[in-house]
């Protein structure tokens, strides 16, 4: 039997304990699922896929924030227990569920959106895939969302206004993208008071990733772009 | 443009800080090793001002540090009081200001006293 302590409840909440009984290559989905189905319907969670495509299901597990789907119960069990918590960072709407607006609105704040220049009268762009720009893009370009970056960032916990790994990572790959017209804009939105420059470099995020990207690298890349277009007075 | 003029300012308090540290790396080593190696025998307060009453290059290094340190500590000092203290009021810069001339001051007053 696993020992199962779950956070229910919105800011004001409790820690409850389950029983559930262990299985091979059970996931920390399955508790949750199994929770929700077979010991109390009332507990909310989110999640889609179940395959780590979606980023729906992270969650803190153990204090750590993981994509619940592709975390093993066997990887993070202490003496059978396991601590699952809400993502950290972000509001709690119930249990398991965070309210992520803020999260996507920094995005958008951070000009995380192409915008192209071409009509469709134009001819395809060609973009050499090994150019230094294509490599830089495609190093940040499998994000999809989850928010674990976000979760896990000191900076995010100490000022709630910093745009965070996710978005910061996002606007560098658009800032790579040459087909993209919004260049300045974006190293405006990302360089002002809560930008770029309010990251430590403590690589939390670059750590907890579950797609391997180095949103650290990203972000150290808008800093070195935007001090490039603050010498050249484009900023 | 408000947003613009934010991401200017943000960026080369930034471009400061790191200029800054680039030049205190490099500073701090030299202070280090000179002191390090200058009192191995033992060195008296008459025998320091010996050596720097005068030495034009001892005066332009430390002038360069003493600078160096008045640009990087209150810009680290603004850090600090956003993310711990969460003052974000133009009093702020203000009090920054007159700690980066304080350090000024101070630095170069002694720098000054050790070579006139």
Redesign the interface.
Known sequence: MLQVSVWRGAGEGRYVDYEVPRQTSQTVLDVVTYIQRRLDSTLAYRYACRVGMCGSCAMTVNGVARWTCRTHVSAVAKDDRVQIAPLANLPVVRDLVTDMREFFNKWSRAKGYYQGTRTRHDDFAAVKPQSKQAQALQAGIECIGCGVCYASCDVVSWRADYLGPAALNRAWTLVNDVRDGARSERLRAVAGDAGCHSCHTHMSCTERCPKHISPTASIAGLKRATARAALNGEL | MV??S???H??????AQRASALVLALCVVVHLITIVYATRGGLSGAEVLDRTRGNAAWLSFYAVFVLAVAVHVPIGLR?IA???L?WRSRARDGALIVVAVALAVMGFAATWGLFR
């Open positions: 947003a613009s934010s991401a200017r943000e960026t080369w308090l930034w471009f850090t956003i993310e711990w969460g």
